[in-house]
């Protein structure tokens, strides 16, 4: 084959091997499709001496990160590092700036200087690709920016965080509370030792930043995701939400309302039979919802070695086969500021889970509290009977805004008899 | 914008009508995206007074179709007129022989002579693009090309044909019977007068042989798919299936078991909690099993104008891109011929249904058969008594090879105590 394209890794963690094994098992099969060599010339980590699980011998191992960015005999670099600051950005803006593709995974990065760098790809003629950054090897952001493209997209919504879904279902499964079940995860190494990213939404979020930003050809933008994550939820909202045929799953939604965007990342609840809520365990799923296409759905695992580096080499593939877009899928000069959608806007159903005493009058007063902001009941359950004790009380609505929740919760939370703020959580059929 | 992608569409039906739907409405976009514009220079069809739905005043109507694929200002063919030879044929061939761009919904052509019409366009440097010929608006040919292009592709399965999922929905739900069902999708326009092509199988074994080509890279080749189509299946057998903890769904299943690719289109038994039970009604769904990826699946609308329309414009902006890919993703010299599996070794669970007559010693017989052919029995079931009478028995077995499940249908069906050939099925526990 006449040409190579040759590439260094920065950070050799599990995708990192991932990628490193790809290229090993598969180059010759790669090269065809391709139509050249994928070569890797330069590795970098920090510690040159561990076992990784593969032979690194043939590789020149670059002991300066920096020197990656400028090295002559690599042609793209592939960042690995993770985080949103430190070295990872620094290589990515290094290696645009002198004019090396950037292969990254890396959504913290995207989410908050994806706007950014894709501007310095452009200026140096370069490309930036980040499939394996949403959704392990689903190839989502193919889909967005080339399989959709003649669509208006109208909303893309999804499970974009395995830990989160394996810990909703075990929880489910087991009827262990939120902590036990997040320590066992940890323990398992499903979860990392501060799990705060994870189930506190951050990470999905970014993946939403950037999910959304490719869907409506908006400037990417973190700050403006509302965020809920799995922390509040417990056995006994699981258990309700099983009683209402439904099964509650942390989602990133983001839609394009009348021309205002909505992205919220919050746990929903989602009907049992819905495609959304047989998406058990691990799994990543990602809806996307066009004028033309209607609706379609890519499903797959969202992390872990083999996913995450079959979407770093799909994105080297189209290096190689001479394949450059846009990094959100047009010129930055023509990503919009998106008008953001309010409050007001957001509309759905709402799962209300009051702890109340056990007394005659409190449903009076929390129902009155509902038709007072103009939201209507679609049913009421009560868990045992225990008169004067508190107790368990959900109340599900047909749809309302979400500006009308917050403020109906913030005056039934103020009920004497209520003892706690109560957990509202939005009903989405998807 | 500096320079236009100009098309001629030949064929407007209903996909041809949304192609001009898109491109009319969302023409700003897609050049935003596309980095040019893509225009309508020419349309054709055989009745130029038809009422479409859409303005065509403004495109030179070509009346000859042969000399569409010669106009010096059409730079792509969009032929979608469907069929596997005659005019269809004749227009993608002379089309890329006049080095035009094709782009195509035709599944029948492709799966025919989708060799043939690749090295053409090779040979010619052009493109031949198809992403609207399996499984409407889900792009699964840029997956399968692109994607998961780092992945030896293990298997690709799946449901490929919505009237065909339509209808075995239909007899689940209502508990009617085959040709009732089906003259009813006839009536509401969900089935063709002639249902040959769908309920036989034909049109999802096209898709498959597509799908083959490219998960594998072996050249297309219809004549080794082993076609059964639903005409068989009796609201018995979905009363069976539900029994059983199943539904019946017609599947493509196309794997490669150890270097041969067994390519397989019939009615098998899925669990209804997998998530291939839950593909309903006229949805399609894709799953791909590579060795890095895991497993993918991608669902979506099977048909219909929007679509099917949306891929074709996908494959167009692709091509506005400046992005051109062999057809199958591999030059047409690298395709392989495959080596084909033959029915030893195609390996599943199976669904027998037998009618019987209730006398003693039946199932003995059977079950000797069975195991004389080292077939090991899971379940038996049969409904009701009716001593000297015919009764329906189902039998589900563990996993044995075809070869010996046909061996012993052939003798089961022989034994006096049984009234017809058995209807057997595979069943897949995806």
Known sequence: MASNLRIGIAGLGTVGAGVVKILQSHGADIARRAGQDIVITAVHARDAKKDRGVDLSQYGWEKDIAALSTRANVDVVVELIGGEDGDAKALVENSLKNKKHVVTANKALLAKHGLALAKLAEDNGVSLNFEASVAGGIPIIKALREGFAGNKIEGIYGILNGTCNYILTEMRETGRDFGDVLKEAQEKGYAEADPTFD?????????????????????????????????????????FAKELGCRIKLLGIARDIGGRIAQSLEPCLVPIDAPMGTVEGVFNAVFVEGDFV???????????????????????????????????????????????????????????????????????????????FGISIESMIQRGRDPGQPVSVVITTHECSREAIRAASAKIAALKSVAAPPTVLRIERF
């Open 199 to 239: 189930v506190d939404g951050i990470d999905a979020a970014h993946k939403l930043t950037i999910l959304s930003a490719l869907a409506f050809g908006v400037k990417p933008d973190f700050a403006n995701i509302d965020i809920t994550g799995i922390r509040k939820i417990t056995a006994n909202d699981i258990e």
């Open 294 to 372: 209607d609706r379609a759905m890519l499903e797959g695992r969202g992390a872990g070695q083999g996913p995450t580096a079959s979407a770093v080499v799909a994105d080297l593939i189209d290096l190689a086969r001479g394949y450059y877009l846009p990094a959100f899928g047009l010129p930055v000069s023509q990503l919009k500021d998106a008008q953001w959608a309010g409050a007001k806007d957001i509309v759905s159903g709402q799962y209300i889970n009051l702890t109340v005493t056990d007394q005659p009058g409190v449903i009076a007063d929390v129902s009155a509290i509902l038709r007072n």
